[in-house]
């Protein structure tokens, strides 16, 4: 019964040449004190065949992390790096792997993945090296995906026929108030043929 919906919903939306179109469900969402989450649907339509990425992030700000060391049998938190401008959410769908989709220095550049984020540093420890700003950062990963704002693994990005996608996008309870930005990339041959920001 969705899918029909859905069709009938996306054959509204005219498809020009070049163009891309995306829409969300609910694209204002009521965040008080009852807000116990939100699914979304993000559906759209290409003129062009190809695959579709799509990138959610939250409002950016300034985030810090602690490495935690075992002391005389206590856990204590030590160094601390913080990170500028790291995204408050960070949810990426794909229709396939986005390592087979596009190159390593056009995913690093768009930064798609939270591997590629590209965050600047703020304050870290004085003589840190690269292996121990690695594991910072992968700890700022663990502690977003622990609390669902950054996911764990691509969402599917569902195509339906040449023209139609579709994806369910996950707002926990615990997101931050303000504006999210939604990126949409159409992708053939290994280069993006148009991105849609909204």
Same mark, same amino acid.
């Given at each position: 019964?969705?899918?029909?919906?859905?069709?009938?919903?996306?054959?509204?939306?005219?498809?020009?040449?070049?163009?891309?179109?995306? =829409?969300?469900?609910?694209?204002?969402?009521?965040?008080?004190?009852?807000?116990?989450?939100?699914?979304?649907?993000?559906?759209?339509?290409?003129?062009?065949?190809?695959?579709?990425?799509?990138?959610?992030?939250?409002?950016?700000? =300034?985030?810090?992390?602690?490495?935690?060391?075992?002391?005389?049998?206590?856990?204590?938190?030590?160094?601390?790096?913080?990170?500028?401008?790291?995204?408050?959410?960070?949810?990426?769908?794909?229709?396939?792997?986005?390592?087979?989709?596009?190159?390593?220095?056009?995913?690093?550049?768009?930064?798609?993945?939270?591997?590629?984020?590209?965050?600047?540093?703020?304050?870290?420890?004085?003589?840190?090296?690269? =292996?121990?700003?690695?594991?910072?950062?992968?700890?700022?990963?663990?502690?977003?995906?622990?609390?669902?704002?950054?996911?764990?693994?691509?969402?599917?990005?569902?195509?339906?026929?040449?023209?139609?996608?579709?994806?369910?996008?996950?707002?926990?309870?615990?997101?931050?108030?303000?504006?999210?930005?939604?990126?949409?990339?159409?992708?053939?041959?290994?280069?993006?043929?148009?991105?849609?920001?909204?």
């Amino acid at each position: 019964a969705i899918l029909p919906f859905l069709i009938a919903l996306l054959a509204a939306i005219p498809a020009k040449a070049d163009d891309l179109d995306v =829409d969300l469900s609910k694209p204002d969402v009521r965040l008080d004190v009852s807000f116990a989450g939100s699914e979304l649907l993000l559906f759209g339509a290409k003129d062009l065949l190809g695959d579709v990425i799509v990138v959610v992030r939250g409002p950016e700000k =300034d985030t810090s992390i602690r490495l935690q060391e075992r002391v005389a049998g206590i856990w204590v938190a030590t160094d601390e790096v913080i990170f500028d401008g790291a995204p408050s959410y960070y949810a990426l769908a794909s229709s396939r792997p986005v390592e087979e989709l596009l190159p390593a220095d056009v995913l690093a550049a768009e930064k798609i993945g939270t591997e590629r984020l590209g965050l600047g540093i703020v304050a870290k420890p004085e003589g840190a090296d690269a =292996d121990t700003m690695k594991a910072f950062y992968a700890g700022l990963i663990r502690n977003m995906v622990r609390k669902n704002l950054y996911t764990a693994e691509t969402g599917k990005i569902d195509l339906v026929g040449k023209q139609l996608f579709r994806t369910d996008l996950w707002f926990p309870a615990n997101v931050s108030v303000g504006d999210y930005i939604v990126d949409t990339y159409l992708v053939t041959d290994g280069k993006i043929e148009n991105k849609k920001t909204t």
